[in-house]
C-alpha cells in the first residue's frame, strides 16, 4: 500500500471498490435485474444505483466534507477542494448482457488554488474479471491479478503502423471517422474492447492506443491517473490532458503526438 500523502485516502478508495464489489457481483447476471432507461436514453440497473448509493454512505461517513459527483445521482461539489468522482458500473451493458467486462471507477480529484483540476487517486475494480488497478499521485499503477499485486507500465511501441488500437465503437467520432479509420487501417491491430477495459490494456502495455470520442468525466477520472502513473499519455480527441474534455485517448508518450495528429488531420 501507498505510503504517500495520499495513502489513506487511496485505502479508502479501495474499500469503496470492496463495497461496490460485493453489491455489484451478487447482482450480475441475477435474473431480477431491474433495468429501466435514463432520460439520455441510456440503461441503468438497479446495481448502479445501489452501488452509488453504498459509496455516497461511506464517504458521508469518513469524507464528510469532500465534494461528490456520481453518474446516477449528480454532483454536490461547488466550492470543494477536493472531491470524489463516481462510475457506479463502467460498462452497463455488458453488465446487463452478462458480459464481464464491466467495472467500478473512484477517482479522487483536486482543485488547485488557480483553479485547476488534477485526479490524484483512482481505482477501477473489475470483480468479474478478477481484476482491479489503482494508482496515486506519484506512486506508481498497479494491478491485482487474484490477490497478485503486479506493477504496470506502458508499451514503447513508437509507430501507429506497429500499434495495437482498442475502441468501443464508432459512434461519436462525427467529422474525425474517416482520420480514425484510417489508423485503423495503419495499425498492426484493432480489437472493439472498449470501455475501461482498453484503458487499462495500455496502462498495463498489452495495447498502445485507447480511443473513446464521447465520455463523461466519470467514465475516464480513474482511469487518467492509471495511465498517467503507469508512464502514458490521457488526453481527449483534441489532445487537451486529463479527464475533462469530453472525450478519452490513452496511449504511450513515443506515440501519443503523432495519434493526435493523425486523429485530427
Not at 490477490?147 to 504496470?152: A, D, E, P, S
Not at 487518467?224 to 496511449?251: C, K
Request: aromatic residues 8%.
Amino acid at each position: 500500500m501507498s505510503t504517500s500523502e495520499y495513502a489513506d485516502d487511496l485505502a479508502l478508495a479501495h474499500l469503496l471498490a470492496d463495497i461496490a464489489d460485493s453489491i455489484s457481483l451478487d447482482r450480475y447476471q441475477s435474473l431480477d435485474l431491474v433495468i429501466t432507461t435514463k432520460p439520455d436514453n441510456t440503461p441503468v440497473t438497479d446495481a448502479d444505483r445501489a452501488v452509488e448509493t453504498a459509496i455516497r454512505q461511506a464517504l458521508a461517513t469518513h469524507r464528510p466534507d469532500d465534494g461528490l459527483l456520481g453518474e446516477e445521482f449528480g454532483s454536490d461539489i461547488t466550492g470543494a477542494r477536493r472531491y470524489w468522482v463516481i462510475d457506479p458500473i463502467d460498462g452497463t451493458k455488458n453488465f446487463m448482457r452478462g458480459v464481464p467486462t464491466w467495472a467500478t471507477l473512484i477517482a479522487l480529484v483536486e482543485v488547485k488554488v488557480d483553479g485547476a483540476q488534477e485526479v490524484v487517486v483512482g481505482v477501477a475494480s473489475s470483480p468479474a474479471l478478477a481484476r482491479r488497478w489503482h494508482a496515486s499521485c506519484c506512486e506508481g499503477a498497479y494491478v491485482t491479478f487474484n490477490g497478485q499485486v503486479r506493477k504496470i507500465s506502458v508499451s514503447e511501441v513508437s509507430s501507429i503502423n506497429d500499434a495495437s488500437v482498442a475502441y468501443s465503437d464508432f459512434v461519436g467520432f462525427d467529422s474525425r471517422l474517416d482520420a480514425f479509420n484510417t489508423i485503423l487501417k495503419k495499425a498492426w491491430r484493432t480489437r472493439g474492447m472498449g470501455d475501461f477495459w482498453s484503458h487499462m490494456l495500455v496502462a498495463e502495455g498489452a495495447v498502445d492506443i485507447a480511443i473513446e470520442p464521447t465520455l463523461a468525466v466519470w467514465d475516464m477520472a480513474a482511469l487518467d491517473i492509471i495511465v498517467r502513473e503507469a508512464g502514458g499519455v490521457f488526453t481527449n480527441t483534441s489532445g487537451e490532458h486529463g479527464p475533462f474534455g469530453g472525450s478519452g485517448v490513452s496511449t504511450n508518450k513515443a506515440i501519443h503526438s503523432d495519434l493526435i495528429k493523425a486523429l485530427n488531420s
